[in-house]
């Protein structure tokens, strides 16, 4: 680009010396560049129309009485359209899940992290396995829960343990955990 | 461009003389399908699975503009829309519906036999690289179109087909998850899913039919090839599109239809999965999840990835699923043979059969319920897929002694194999010789 000197040294009209650059060239490049801004601009609504609009994000808390799920009984509820696992954990299966030593595990994690203090019994995760999206089984009464006792996820054989950790099969990560306070101590209020 | 014998097009009235003065469409239409393209006269029936290509995708595409007709791409009209009214009160509905379900399974059968086809006559190979290139665009949109087209009745398998296949976008770190919200446009496959895969399952066929348009337009720079991959020489090796291949197309054509004809009001459901007569349900998984028949080898391929290995299995998975269509872009650079056809490479012929069976293990492991050694042998073939595109096929190249070529398309066709064999180059073609020997 001409900067002032040269401009004063090269006349501006034809600059076939110099730098080689001539006016025109600047012209070219600032009005494209104009333009492709301009057009990447216009881009910008056609990408974000594309992500979750408000009224889904509208559905981003739900609340959840829990005072009816007696201990080894689990229920499946809805947050954010998907299913949301809620297992008050036996002291037995509380017994397996801290057996595990944590080098055994894919995605080592205690079952103290993924619960709320003094709330050990209360596992809340997403009912969404970690590998393809698929609702794992072994919520429910008489479902199949794997091996490990916890879920088994029949599209591609992952298998979780009372802590909802992978524990065998191909999904990378234990079922997540999702935010969630207990807003008294039957009711849990999710996201 | 043509062959310099190729036909100029001439007006046969003065209405045709006046329309190609000024817009030279009847001379575009005679040039690529008429009496003007020159074809080899040796074409065998395999050459006949692109023009029933471009028949499927015309169906799909009246069918699908008269079913978009009267579905409603909500969540909670989508299943009744297609189970209720099209099928049972819309007039003909059903007709259309099962025409558009098993015109697509058609649609793919045919393209795989004209894949297949290409790989064992080497129409991958220069100067036709572009045209193999542009056909795998074709079959990606194609897989892209089948995957949403399969949403919109939102059954079961619709449900959890989108689940399960937009979830491969999770795999990759960091940017995954992001990248599969905003294609969903929400957390799990909802209104908003359903809504934009209604509007791009009706856009891409027109873009399908666009890069159609592009892979017949470099189709007729060389010319088509043929079953000895030999180049035509003169206008004794070739015949016009018309009437002798149109007549060929069209009773093939005919044959065709019959199948799918039988199919469609036979066994509409065969090809489909009771399932997804089941209104999709965002709380339960079918049992048994597979993708429809034409996605099984892929889908084998995904769930060969069990164990990690420096990166997530899941991730392997999906990267080795992707790649198994992305290595076929490579194809013309793997295998370095300069005979094209399988016919003349004794051992790229064996191990072509084997890559053959390799994809219908993949398809038998893909369409089915897990167990231990099916997942085992669903490794092993997996394995064998990229084995042999990416060290046989090069080694095979690089090896082989091909059989010697016939040194022109009419002296193979009008003389005998055996007679008229020699080593590429070696014999002069007798003119003016008959066909009474061999």
């Known amino acids: 680009m001409a900067t002032k000197a040269q401009s004063a040294e090269v006349p501006a009209t034809t600059g076939s010396e110099g730098d080689g650059v001539r006016r025109r060239?600047?012209?070219?490049?600032?009005?494209?560049?104009?333009?492709?801004?301009?057009?990447?601009?216009?881009?910008?609504?056609?990408?974000?129309?594309?992500?979750?609009?408000?009224?889904?994000?509208?559905?981003?808390?739900?609340?959840?009485?829990?005072?009816?799920?007696?201990?080894?009984?689990?229920?499946?509820?809805?947050?954010?359209?998907?299913?949301?696992?809620?297992?008050?954990?036996?002291?037995?299966?509380?017994?397996?899940?801290?057996?595990?030593?944590?080098?055994?595990?894919?995605?080592?994690?205690?079952?103290?992290?993924?619960?709320?203090?003094?709330?050990?019994?209360?596992?809340?995760?997403?009912?969404?396995?970690?590998?393809?999206?698929?609702?794992?089984?072994?919520?429910?009464?008489?479902?199949?829960?794997?091996?490990?006792?916890?879920?088994?996820?029949?599209?591609?054989?992952?298998?979780?343990?009372?802590?909802?950790?992978?524990?065998?099969?191909?999904?990378?990560?234990?079922?997540?955990?999702?935010?969630?306070?207990?807003t008294s101590p039957t009711t849990v209020q999710i996201g | 461009m043509s062959f310099h014998w190729a036909k100029a097009y001439e007006p046969k009235n003065s209405f045709m003389r006046w329309l190609d003065e000024r817009?030279?469409?009847?001379?575009?239409?005679?040039?690529?399908?008429?009496?003007?393209?020159?074809?080899?006269?040796?074409?065998?029936?395999?050459?006949?699975?692109?023009?029933?290509?471009?028949?499927?995708?015309?169906?799909?595409?009246?069918?699908?503009?008269?079913l978009a007709m009267h579905f409603y791409a909500t969540t909670d009209g989508a299943f009744n829309s297609v189970n209720q009214l099209i099928m049972r009160d819309v007039n003909a509905g059903w007709l259309l519906r099962y025409a558009h379900m098993n015109g697509a399974s058609f649609f793919f059968l045919v393209t795989y036999i004209h894949i297949f086809r290409g790989l064992y006559y080497g129409?991958?190979?220069?100067?036709?690289?572009?045209?193999?290139?542009?056909?795998?665009?074709?079959?990606?949109?194609?897989?892209?179109?089948?995957?949403?087209?399969?949403?919109?009745?939102?059954?079961?398998?619709?449900?959890w087909g989108a689940q399960v296949i937009t979830g491969f976008f999770s795999a990759f770190p960091l940017v995954g998850e992001p990248i599969r919200v905003w294609l969903l446009g929400g957390y799990a496959p909802d209104q908003a899913a359903l809504t934009r895969f209604f509007s791009l399952h009706y856009l891409l066929p027109f873009v399908i039919?666009?890069?159609?348009?592009?892979?017949?337009?470099?189709?007729?720079?060389?010319?088509?090839?043929?079953?000895?991959?030999?180049?035509?020489?003169?206008?004794?090796?070739?015949?016009?599109?018309?009437?002798?291949?149109?007549?060929?197309?069209?009773?093939?054509?005919?044959?065709?239809?019959?199948?799918?004809?039988?199919?469609?009001?036979?066994?509409?459901?065969?090809?489909?999965?009771?399932?997804?007569?089941?209104?999709?349900?965002?709380?339960?998984?079918?049992?048994?999840?597979?993708?429809?028949?034409?996605?099984?080898?892929f889908y084998a391929i995904l769930r060969s990835f069990t164990v990690d290995f420096i990166l997530p299995a899941k991730l392997w998975g999906v990267l080795a699923m992707f790649a198994s269509i992305l290595l076929l872009f490579f194809l013309p650079w793997l295998d370095k043979s300069p005979v094209r056809s399988g016919s003349y490479r004794p051992v790229f012929k064996r191990f072509f059969w084997l890559l053959v069976l390799d994809v219908l293990i993949l398809g038998y492991i893909g369409g089915a319920p897990i167990n231990w050694w099916r997942v085992a042998l669903g490794q092993a073939a997996s394995a064998y897929y990229f084995i042999h595109f990416l060290v046989i096929l090069p080694l095979v190249s690089a090896f082989e002694i091909p059989l010697p070529l016939p040194s022109s398309i009419s002296e193979s066709v009008l003389h005998g194999e055996t007679k008229e064999a020699a080593p590429l180059g070696q014999n002069k073609p007798r003119r003016g010789s008959t066909a009474t020997a061999g």
Request: glycine share 10%; with cysteine.
């Open chain 1, 25 to 182: 060239d600047f012209l070219n490049v600032a009005a494209v560049s104009f333009a492709g801004v301009g057009a990447v601009a216009a881009l910008a609504p056609l990408f974000v129309q594309m992500a979750p609009s408000a009224d889904v994000l509208a559905l981003a808390t739900t609340e959840v009485d829990i005072s009816k799920v007696q201990s080894g009984q689990g229920i499946k509820t809805q947050w954010r359209k998907q299913p949301v696992f809620i297992r008050n954990l036996t002291p037995k299966e509380i017994a397996e899940a801290n057996a595990v030593p944590l080098s055994d595990l894919r995605d080592p994690q205690t079952l103290a992290e993924r619960t709320k203090p003094g709330k050990a019994n209360w596992l809340i995760t997403l009912g969404v396995c970690t590998h393809l999206g698929c609702v794992p089984l072994g919520i429910s009464e008489g479902e199949n829960k794997g091996p490990y006792g916890g879920y088994f996820c029949p599209c591609h054989g992952s298998m979780y343990d009372t802590a909802a950790r992978i524990r065998q099969g191909p999904a990378p990560k234990n079922l997540e955990v999702p935010e969630y306070k207990f």
């Open chain 2, 23 to 66: 817009l030279p469409l009847p001379r575009l239409v005679y040039g690529a399908i008429g009496g003007g393209y020159p074809v080899p006269r040796n074409l065998n029936y395999f050459w006949n699975f692109g023009v029933l290509a471009g028949i499927f995708l015309t169906i799909q595409i009246i069918t699908g503009i008269v």
């Open chain 2, 123 to 159: 129409s991958y190979k220069a100067p036709r690289e572009l045209v193999w290139m542009l056909g795998l665009v074709i079959y990606l949109l194609m897989m892209a179109t089948g995957f949403m087209g399969y949403v919109l009745p939102w059954g079961q398998m619709s449900y």
């Open chain 2, 209 to 297: 039919a666009g890069v159609v348009i592009l892979h017949i337009w470099a189709l007729h720079i060389p010319g088509s090839g043929n079953p000895t991959g030999v180049d035509v020489k003169s206008e004794r090796d070739t015949l016009p599109f018309h009437p002798f291949y149109t007549a060929k197309d069209g009773w093939f054509a005919a044959a065709m239809l019959l199948a799918y004809a039988l199919v469609t009001y036979f066994a509409p459901d065969y090809l489909g999965h009771p399932d997804n007569y089941i209104q999709a349900n965002p709380l339960a998984t079918p049992a048994h999840i597979v993708p429809e028949w034409y996605f099984w080898p």
